[in-house]
């Protein structure tokens, strides 16, 4: 089973979730997390595991071979990102826009822009008992996150078993990165607070997996904040309310420490005790 914990903004609590639900079904069996937030990863905080593993991760960009080329303009038309460019006699390359599709390199009648590669990031594996912890860190400079994320996913496909569950800590937001990270989850667990802007944010996250029709569900995190605008969301719209970790000084001291919560306050492990009743219940 792959579930997603994503969340329609920043700081709402993804990483608390998604590390603390990684601790406490990790207690009954093998669990995956891998943290694809790549451009800011901080589940490794709280996840204190044996190093295991180490690799660069390359994304293919074009290179252009002037001696062969002919200058026939092809290559600038195919590119839908404009990462390929020809200034009167010569052909300029821009990494950051460049999207790895092959087209320019592949339809190229003289082969003068072969694909090569490029270091991006790279990848992290942890073991601490039954919960192995993998993570992706972007290069600082590198513009583009969803080739990383794409890679990271095949690396958990390739080396885990499909038995094992795997939770996936996704970016913010609703852009590209996130439909990446989210596209082959089972469930996708949105994070929200209660507050007019996680309302507002919220609204746009189920939005865009009702377009990529995914079962959802939400946990509202700092429950006692705000108001009920939320709750009374999740009502009107038939969405299935799954948890509310309450608003807390000791919830934020231990966050602080880089401790899970769950395993020392009761009330919150109640909470995790819902979400699994629910995912394992319903998906």
């Not at 469930?187 to 507050?195: A, H, K, M, N, Y």
């Not at 509310?244 to 966050?255: D, F, H, M």
């Amino acid at each position: 089973m792959k579930i997603a914990i994503a969340s329609g903004k920043g700081g709402t609590g993804k990483t608390t979730l998604s590390t603390n639900l990684a601790g406490y079904f990790a207690e009954k069996g093998e669990v995956i997390l891998t943290d694809l937030d790549v451009e800011e990863p901080n589940s490794g905080l709280f996840i204190k595991g044996e190093f295991v593993h180490k690799e660069g991760k390359y994304n293919m960009i074009p290179e252009w071979e002037q001696e062969k080329c002919t200058l026939c303009g092809l290559c600038q038309e195919v590119c839908n990102f404009h990462a390929v460019i020809q200034l009167v006699d010569q052909i300029m390359i821009f990494p950051e826009l460049c999207h790895g599709c092959y087209a320019c390199s592949e339809l190229c009648p003289v082969d003068a822009l072969p694909m090569v590669p490029k270091k991006m990031g790279e990848l992290n594996h942890f073991q601490k008992d039954k919960l192995t912890f993998v993570e992706s860190r972007l290069d600082i400079g590198q513009e583009q996150a969803v080739p990383l994320i794409s890679q990271t996913n095949e690396y958990i496909d390739k080396h885990f078993h499909k038995e094992a569950l795997k939770l996936y800590d996704s970016p913010p937001g609703t852009s590209c990165p996130v439909i990446e990270a989210v596209k082959n989850a089972d469930f996708v667990i949105l994070v929200t607070e209660p507050t007019p802007f996680g309302l507002h944010d919220l609204k746009l996250a189920v939005d865009t997996l009702k377009e990529l029709k995914k079962k959802f569900g939400v946990v509202v995190n700092r429950y006692g904040i705000g108001n009920d605008d939320v709750v009374n969301y999740c009502k009107k719209e038939n969405i299935a309310l799954i948890a509310k970790i309450p608003n807390s000084r000791r919830i934020a001291e231990l966050y602080s420490r880089g401790e899970l919560i769950y395993q020392k306050i009761p009330g919150v492990k109640h909470q995790f005790e819902e979400i699994e009743k629910y995912i394992f219940t319903n998906i």
